[in-house]
């Protein structure tokens, strides 16, 4: 006689709507056995990071500061300017902890809603004033993944009142045809956001960094704790970076070729995929709700935004196998009506 049936387990949800590098370069992931204990005990010292990082960038060390990841570099930069109730000038949609952090920081946010263009110019332009103490441009942006050149930036910020600040957020743009930063830090009221999160693969240990004017960042300085980051934290970033392109290279062209593949397959589902420069995919589909839910059966989490429900946003797995299940999500919606759940 059987037994009562046994439910097979769960399978593990593959997180496609995160921005997230799914698998470590095995390079890192080979420096985890060698973190010195020193480095559990010992209060944290980012100093050579931050010359490391100022290499990459010829930069003096004293204009990098090390931070938290993007989010608390963000987050410090909003606090420095916006104090006061001073304005944010953005775009909408955006990264959401660009208002969030705003926000908290006592500022006012004024959104320019579109998806066409991560800066209009001519529309920030005219919002500048005397409360303005922040313009942010995400490029490439998120959620589009649309970039800004930098000749629009250095206009911008050539017409911001002082002691505004233009601030870049460059999260994405390893993954982009060009990386316009070196020509952003020539103006001192330009300041750069950067992140090992994404194409480095290094999110679980948050290590970002702030490049600006020596003044700016020893503003910064002040305006966050004293140790951002832990000391193992520090110490595989150095290393990760002293292997620079052993890193991301492989990983990087990847995602660039998966991500020509998958605006096709979105072209050919019916969908219009944004011109994306980072590792995601933006598409607008009336049958977008479908879709979503489509992958959800398939154990894949993708990302919408309630606020724009025919959109949805898929991160680029960088793993040819992987991807392999991304497209046969898309293989079984052919053919069927958009945005109908077959399954009731």
């Known amino acids: ?10 399978r593990e949800l593959l997180r496609l709507d995160h921005n997230e590098r799914l698998f470590p370069a095995p390079e890192l992931a080979a420096l985890l056995a060698g973190v010195p204990s020193t480095t559990l005990t010992r209060y944290p010292d980012a100093a050579g990071l931050e010359g490391r990082l100022a290499d990459m960038w010829g930069l003096e060390p004293e204009r990098v500061l090390v931070t938290a990841g993007a989010d608390d570099a963000i987050d410090r930069i909003c606090r420095l300017q916006l104090a006061g109730g001073r304005d944010m000038i953005t775009v909408a949609p955006t990264f959401e902890m660009m208002p ?3 926000t908290l920081a006592g500022g006012r946010v004024r959104e320019i809603p579109t998806l066409a263009d991560p800066a209009p110019g001519a529309s920030i ?3 500048l004033g005397d409360r303005t103490g922040l313009v942010t441009v995400i490029s490439p942006h998120n959620p589009t993944g649309l970039v800004v050149p930098a000749s629009r930036l250095l206009e911008i910020a050539d017409r911001l009142p002082p002691d505004a600040m233009l601030l870049a957020d460059l ?13 952003l830090l020539e103006r001192d009221n330009i300041l750069v956001v950067r992140t090992l999160s994404k194409a480095w693969g290094m999110a679980g240990l948050r290590v970002g960094c702030v490049l600006g004017s020596r003044r700016a960042i020893d503003a910064l300085r002040t305006c966050g704790p004293p140790f951002p ?3 193992p934290s520090i110490w595989l970033a150095e290393r990760a970076l002293a292997l620079g392109d052993r890193i991301t290279a492989t990983y990087v062209a990847a995602v660039r070729h998966e991500r020509d593949r998958l605006r096709a397959a979105l072209r050919a589902w019916g969908a219009e995929p944004f011109s994306s420069e980072a590792n995601f995919v933006l598409a607008a589909s009336d049958g977008s709700a479908g879709l979503y839910r489509r992958f ?25 196998a992987t991807f392999r299940r991304v497209l046969a999500v898309l293989d079984t919606t052919f053919g069927e009506p958009r945005g109908e759940d077959t399954d009731g």
């Open 229 to 231: 980051l832990s000391g």
């Open 296 to 320: 959800h059966r398939d154990g894949i989490a993708v990302r919408r935004f309630p606020d724009l429900p025919d959109l949805i946003r898929i991160t680029l797995p960088g793993d040819e």
């Open 171 to 183: 999260a994405y743009v390893e993954f982009a045809d060009s990386d316009p930063a070196r020509a």
């Open 125 to 127: 332009l005219e919002r």
């Open 100 to 102: 969030f952090f705003a």
């Open 1 to 10: 006689m059987n037994g009562p049936a046994v439910a097979a387990p769960p």
